[in-house]
């Protein structure tokens, strides 16, 4: 196994009826002036915004908001939120909504509490030196960012996707209550799901000296989740199910998934954060399009990782030859994605770009040929191109 650093500083206020103690967590964090930072109108129209706005003046707290978050954030909201934070004198700022919006807070946190434009921390400029503290409400369970230490922003200009992540923007703490998401569409709730998967996938097929405990949570992880995301496609309002899957997804991306391994590969995500800078699509199911394609082309690289989890993971009977096994672990999969109704290449996806349009999505995510991805096999521009046809 290898050494490693597990860091989870995140108190969870977990279960039914918990969005109603916001405004006390936010008291006791010692703030002045709370930024309420939110999406569509969902949160509106569910009554959720008011409720945490009544939370908030109970407790004596002063808010500002600014909604309008949208999948793949954006970073021009990012900039109106640092300017309205600094007009306001913020120095706390309270994220209700799902991944999208925890991460344009934590961008929001970056730019207010350093000197610069924002963007140079993802564009890897420089380094952060520390974020405004931020708590969460968390209303859909997929990105793992109310406790992770981790951020992703799309810039328009040039539609890039980019990711950052220092401890500095680890939540102070998150409210979950699993009854929030029972509204969500089905195909949010299983790309959710997805999401949540592959945070623990990209963790477990590495290139390490694994550690057994954390390879049976893991496991035992994706396994409990694929159960689930059943369930709640023929029945979304099961709470036990929603609770299961909503705490998976803190579990999957807080760092313990990766306990004694070497970080892991997200060669995939770096795949589908192309396709969603591009083509703005449900991240949960760009990975679902791109998984397949990404793992047959490095499994010979670790051939009896694959074949322990197609076997493991994905109950399939273990033959002689570990990459048999491997890609009938593979097939189980992508079988799997289709039960949920999600993809399994770009055009199930619903996009199907050029050659063109390949070749470029290849550029961006190897920074024009400056970079490689993966850690399974280090995939150059031509690899990432080869693998973005091969998704077609």
Request: hydrophobic fraction near 35%; aromatic fraction near 8%.
């Amino acid at each position: 196994m290898e050494n490693f650093n597990y860091y989870a500083p995140t108190r969870v206020v977990f279960g039914k009826g918990t969005e109603l103690r916001t405004g006390e967590l936010v008291r006791e964090c010692g703030c002045r002036k709370v930024l309420v930072h939110y999406g569509s109108g969902s949160v509106k129209k569910s009554g959720l915004l008011d409720r945490i706005c009544e939370a908030l003046e109970n407790a004596g707290v002063e808010y500002v908001s600014l909604g309008g978050v949208v999948p793949n954030p954006r970073l021009s909201l990012v900039y109106e939120g640092i300017a309205l934070c600094k007009k306001e004198s913020v120095d706390f700022i309270l994220a209700v909504g799902g991944g999208s919006v925890i991460d344009s807070a934590k961008a929001i946190g970056y730019g207010v509490a350093n000197e610069g434009d924002v963007w140079d921390f993802y564009a890897r400029k420089r380094k952060a030196e520390g974020c405004l503290p931020l708590g969460v409400v968390l209303t859909i369970a997929a990105a793992g960012s109310e406790m992770s230490d981790s951020s992703v922003i799309t810039n328009e200009e040039g539609w890039i996707k980019r990711g950052y992540s220092s401890n500095y923007v680890r939540p102070k703490f998150a409210v979950m209550n699993p009854e929030l998401t029972m509204t969500l569409p089905a195909y949010q709730t299983e790309s959710g799901c997805v999401d949540i998967m592959m945070h623990t996938m990209e963790r477990y097929l590495n290139q390490a000296d694994n550690m057994e405990l954390t390879d049976g949570f893991s496991e035992h992880l994706i396994r409990t989740v694929m159960r689930n995301a059943k369930i709640l496609l023929e029945h979304p309002r099961d709470y036990d199910a929603r609770a299961e899957v909503m705490w998976a997804g803190s579990l999957s991306h807080n760092g313990l998934t990766g306990c004694g391994t070497d970080g892991g590969d997200w060669a995939s995500h770096q795949l589908e954060h192309e396709l969603g800078g591009m083509y703005d699509v449900a991240h949960g199911a760009g990975l679902a399009a791109v998984w397949g394609s990404w793992a047959r082309y490095v499994m010979d690289a670790r051939p009896e990782r694959f074949a322990r989890f197609a076997v493991r993971v994905m109950g399939v009977e273990e033959t002689k030859d570990p990459l048999e096994t491997a890609e009938k672990g593979i097939e189980a999969m992508e079988e799997f994605y289709r039960s949920i109704e999600m993809p399994t290449n770009l055009k199930e996806l619903g996009i199907e770009p050029t050659e063109e349009e390949i070749r470029e999505l290849a550029r961006k995510c190897s920074f024009d040929g400056g970079r490689t991805i993966g850690c399974v096999k280090k995939l150059d521009q031509e690899d990432i191109y080869q693998i973005y046809m091969q998704a077609r």
